[in-house]
């Protein structure tokens, strides 16, 4: 009976624990991805602003 016991708890923390761990793994997985926009983002305005500075240096060498 107490060997029961002792194993149904064992299984309920493996199984509490894994749920947790996936829990977590969803969090960083978001964080990574928000990460990842802002970095495109910023990317991006780099882009913009490097093409922008171009289009002004050729406007005025004409």
Sequence with gaps: MMIGFHTKWYLEAISNHQKNAGGL?????????????????????NIIQLVAKKLLMRLNFF
Aim: glycine content about 0%.
């Design 25 to 45: 793994k969803i969090l960083l997985l978001e964080q990574r991805k928000e990460i990842l926009e802002k970095s495109i983002i910023v990317t991006n305005k």
